[in-house]
């Protein structure tokens, strides 16, 4: 059974960081491209950035640019997602997914394969 485990969020104040953490199991995790998307209230998931199987790839959404980073590492099993310099129009629920290959379904989360339940990121101004 696959899981795809987020944590790491919470609340922060405008201009604060968080590092979201997601643990995978259950799948081979270093062929999978891995994802972040998030979901403001009342707002449709929108992807935020992407990392392919062997980290030298990245691709993020232009409002997280200079501000967010993905990493991984596979002998954890671990996605990250490195927020800096947040702002309020940040502030949403932080899903983890796995996808077996990376491209623009990736981004429009179509070709995922698997997703995390969730952490909320709340930032106050």
């Known amino acids: 059974q696959v899981q795809l485990v987020e944590s790491g969020g919470g609340l922060v104040q405008a201009g604060g960081s968080l590092r979201l953490s997601c643990a995978a199991s259950?799948?081979?995790?270093?062929?999978?491209?891995m994802a972040w998307f998030r979901q403001a209230p009342g707002k449709e998931r929108e992807f935020v950035a992407a990392?392919?199987?062997?980290?030298?790839?990245?691709y993020y959404t232009d409002s997280v640019k200079g501000r967010f980073t993905i990493s991984r590492d596979n002998a954890k099993n671990t996605v990250y997602l490195q927020m800096n310099s947040l702002k309020p129009e940040d502030t949403a629920v932080y899903y983890c997914?796995?996808?077996?290959?990376?491209?623009?379904?990736?981004?429009?989360?179509?070709?995922?394969?698997?997703w995390g339940k969730g952490t909320l990121v709340t930032v106050s101004s």
């Open positions: 997914a796995a996808d077996r290959t990376m491209g623009e379904t990736t981004r429009l989360g179509s070709g995922i394969d698997y």
């Open positions: 259950g799948l081979t995790f270093s062929i999978y491209a």
């Open positions: 990392i392919n199987w062997g980290g030298t790839s990245t």
